[in-house]
Structure formats: structure tokens, C-alpha cells
């Protein structure tokens, strides 16, 4: 049995990735955490103010780094660059010379699609891409993983980097909690004939592709984009969000370019790209090199969180 580190495990993706493996009894957890929280009585918690500087048990098999400053809806920094840099990547980099000097034998690092770019035009995004950050967060990613490949370079500390999408699930956070709040209204959304593509991944698809990085030797050294089998538009995005709610969807058609200009207009640039302009993501080598498929398709994971939406707001 493996014994298992994880930083971060109070997130969104940390309490998945925990529940997941304490139910398949594969993996002894240690969860890495800033403020203590009631989790099941075989994770063994380890809480500091500072992760990254806390000196964690010798005998850790696998880091599952998911900490980190993510994208902040109100920055109020002058430089959030310097912010994202002190803890995506000086942090990152204090825990790793940790690892390497504990002979941790795997470092799974979480990175982001935002360092291949924000948008895609022809083709989907693959891990050969030239990285096109342009946001200061996917920028921090970016730098990360490049000073965990230099550091782990012909060390026995295996690196495996992943770079999902939009994750999503019905108590997701940030802009897709924000979506499913408008979906279960009954307002008219203008998406009629948006026609974009975007890759996306389920909470579920994430934790269960962590779960295939953590022992599959042909992941090590490797770095993986992961996302649903399929890409999808907008309205397909809200359609079965409102089939898993129940509710009938009510669209209305407005220019793109008319939606562009009152977003320029408002300050919501960021926003109308993730609405309207296309992200894919190829994630063939995942499938080829480590033999792994989604459990679970677009259309059933984001049903269910539609469903599921609905139930928590009983």
C-alpha cells in the first residue's frame, strides 16, 4: 500500500481525491493542510500556516501537489504576478527539494491548460504545443513546472505533470458555480447559435486519471493534458445542465459581436472569451501511453451536476 501526500487536500479537487482513495483501500493518506478540518479518521492530517516549510514523514511514496493561489475574482495586489510566483512556484519548489530529499519516489504536480493559452482557433491544444501562457496564474504554473523538471532531472523522483480544463461537478467553485446559479433560472441565455467548442473535465474524470498517474510506470517523467472524451459548445453546456435540472432551455440569439463589445464595454473580456470563444483539448496521449479513458462521458458528468445542483439547494 502506498503512502500518500497530499497538499491541498481541504479543495475542491483534494476532498474528491481522498474520499477516492480511501474507498478503493489503496493508499495510506497524509493531507497537507492550512487549517484543520473533520475528514475521515484514516487521513492523517498535518496543518501549518506555511505548507510548503512543514517537514513532513520520511516515508511518502507519492506528493499529489494540488495547493496553490488560484485565480483571484477581486485581486487587489499591485504586482499579482510577484503573489502568484511566491506560492505556485517558490512554494512548489520548497516542497519538491523536500521530496527529492526524502526520496519520494513520485511528484504529481497540477498545473493548468492556461499554460498551452486561453483560446484555441484550428487545432485542439496537445502537450507539444509551444506554452502560451497569458494569465499571471498560468504564467506561475508555467514556471513551476519548468523548476520541478530542472530539479528532478536524473534524480529517482519521478515527475508527473497535469494540465486540466475548467473541473467541474455541482459544488465546483468559481465560474462554474456561477453558471449553474443562472441555468436554474428560468432567464433567456444568449447562446442560440453559439457554436464554439470547449473541453471541460469532470471532477470524477480528474480524480480517476490521478489515481492512474499515481502507480502507472509509463507516467513517469510525463506531462498529461486531461479533459472529457469530447469537447462541447456553450449551449450544449447549458442543455444538459438543464435536462439534469429538469428544466427546459430558453436561448435567444444576440450578435457575438455585439455580446463582445458590451463585455469590452463592462470589463468582462475574460468572461465573454470563456463563453463564447473556443478551448480544446487533445488528450489522446493519456489514452495511448497509459491506457486511460473517462469513466464517466461529458453528457452524464455534467447532467448529474445539474442534478445534483438542484439537491443541494433543497
Not at 68 to 87: M, Q, S
Not at 204 to 231: G, M, W
Not at 292 to 299: C, D, H, I, R, S
Amino acid at each position: 500500500m502506498s503512502k500518500i501526500l497530499i497538499t491541498g487536500g481541504n479543495g475542491f479537487v483534494g476532498k474528491a481525491l481522498i474520499f477516492d482513495l480511501l474507498k478503493k483501500n489503496n493508499a495510506e493518506v497524509v493531507s497537507l493542510v492550512r487549517s484543520y478540518q473533520v475528514q475521515p479518521q484514516v487521513v492523517e492530517q498535518l496543518v501549518a500556516e506555511n505548507i510548503f516549510k512543514v517537514d513532513f514523514p520520511e516515508n511518502i511514496d507519492v506528493i499529489i501537489h494540488l495547493a496553490g493561489r488560484a485565480h483571484v475574482l477581486h485581486e487587489t495586489n499591485e504586482n499579482p504576478l510577484v503573489e502568484f510566483r511566491k506560492v505556485n512556484v517558490e512554494g512548489t519548489l520548497q516542497l519538491a527539494r523536500q521530496a527529492l530529499e526524502k526520496k519520494v519516489k513520485r511528484f504529481i504536480f497540477m498545473s493548468s491548460i492556461g499554460v498551452n493559452g486561453s483560446v484555441t482557433s484550428q487545432q485542439p491544444f496537445t502537450e507539444d504545443a509551444l506554452p502560451q501562457p497569458h494569465a499571471d496564474y498560468a504564467v506561475s504554473k508555467l514556471e513551476a513546472e519548468e523548476v520541478l523538471k530542472k530539479l528532478f532531472a536524473g534524480s529517482d523522483t519521478e515527475l508527473v505533470i497535469i494540465r486540466p480544463p475548467l473541473v467541474y461537478a455541482a459544488h465546483a467553485p468559481g465560474n462554474f458555480a456561477r453558471l449553474l446559479k443562472l441555468v436554474a433560472t428560468n432567464l433567456p441565455l444568449p447562446f442560440a447559435r453559439t457554436q464554439n467548442k470547449r473541453s471541460f473535465v469532470a471532477l470524477e474524470n480528474l480524480v480517476d486519471f490521478i489515481q492512474v498517474c499515481i502507480e502507472h510506470p509509463n507516467a513517469a517523467n510525463q506531462t498529461f493534458l486531461v479533459a472529457d472524451q469530447s469537447s462541447i459548445s456553450t449551449r450544449e453546456l447549458v442543455d444538459y445542465l438543464k435536462q439534469g435540472m429538469g428544466k427546459t432551455p430558453y436561448f435567444v440569439y444576440i450578435p457575438q459581436s455585439l455580446m463582445k463589445l458590451g463585455a469590452v464595454c463592462v470589463g468582462k473580456s475574460k468572461l465573454y472569451e470563456q463563453l463564447f470563444e473556443s478551448l480544446e483539448v487533445d488528450a489522446s496521449k493519456a489514452q495511448k501511453l497509459l491506457g486511460w479513458t473517462a469513466p464517466l462521458t461529458v453528457q452524464q458528468a455534467i447532467r448529474q451536476a445539474g442534478q445534483n445542483y438542484l439537491k443541494m439547494k433543497e
